[in-house]
């Protein structure tokens, strides 16, 4: 009986592209910032390595039992209002196709069409009618908790190891300017590619990103440097 407005950001092909690129920033800059936070704390190549990898588990797990459990809950819901609304139509056929008429009425039909309309889509399949037409739900855009789990946590790992694969390759003495510098790089990328999918200004979405980035940076790496000194 509720209009709801599904989330289409975690579904379709531009949702899934949003949301990978989302997990990779994530992962870059996380790690990126905790990288740097180490080394400005003077640890050694390998200490910072091992900070990296450990980020990189910790936020892929992390972002996977968030995932898991948002999307869950949103299936649960699905499930539920799937279930009621099977039970409207069987317990009330005629209220649900008045209902559902004045549905298509709303959106522009007349009464005399939106009814046959109605009538046609139930015959045909009732509770698929309802559920895209009332609920909002489609098939293709159900909610899937492991998909959806499996999704972030790879897109974080992926832009995780960018950071660790700098440490590993970028000399000793400038580790934090290396990890730094290739960092808002591939976030200045990322963020465009991110507002480009959106239909938003590249520019826009490549400055906000690298803005957020490089703030996480320095503070990271002035936390760093304090302790590094106080140890
Ligand atoms: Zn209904």
Redesign the pocket.
Known sequence: ?RVRHPEFHRSGRIGWLRAAVLGANDGIVSTASLVIGVAAAHANRSEVLLAGVAGLAAGALSMAAGEYVSVSSQADTEHADLQK?RS?LADDPEG?LR??TGIYMKRGLEPNLARTVAQQLMAHDALGA?ARD?LGISAQFRARPLQAAVASAMSFAVGAALPIVTVIVAPQSRLVMTVGTTSLISLVGLGALAARTGGASATVGALRVAFWGALAMLVTAGVGALFGIAA
């Open positions: 009986m609304e409207e649900e209902e559902l309802h009332e």
